[in-house]
């Protein structure tokens, strides 16, 4: 079962799921806060070709957060920096990489941001509260 779910890749020794290269979009974690998107795109781009490079900036310091999105033209050219990048230095600090997927905003089936009229009782009663 285990053969089901992990490949071994171009190197015998190390195994990886599958679901590493789901995605042409990787998050980048740990990024110096004196990175920009051009020094990421010339550290990326050895990989393959880079499309876009989004830094996450905090907006009181007016600097990057720590993190980054760096979007891939394919599957394959982000999976190859994933193997080769992450745990490596860029810009002085070491990176830590993951894919990314896209996450469905305001899905219907997640609840309300304002419950007031309901509360949550343990045993799957609902207590309707009046509206001040």
Not at 32 to 42: D, I, K, N, R, V
């Amino acid at each position: 079962m285990l053969n089901h779910l992990l490949y071994r890749s171009h190197t015998p020794s190390l195994l990886f799921s599958r679901t590493f290269s789901s995605s042409s979009t990787l998050f980048v974690k740990g990024i110096s806060f004196s990175s920009t998107e051009e020094t990421l795109t010339q550290a990326f781009s050895q990989y393959g070709r880079v499309l876009g490079v989004d830094v996450v900036m905090d907006e009181v310091r007016c600097r990057p957060k720590g993190f980054a999105y760096v979007t891939f033209s394919s599957k394959e050219e982000a999976a190859k920096a994933l193997l080769e990048l992450n745990g490596q230095l860029v810009d002085g600090r070491v990176v830590i990489l993951d894919t990314t997927k896209a996450v469905k905003q305001n899905r219907p089936d997640s609840k309300p941001k304002h419950a007031d009229a309901v509360e949550e009782v343990p045993n799957s009663q609902h207590v309707v509260t009046p509206e001040s």
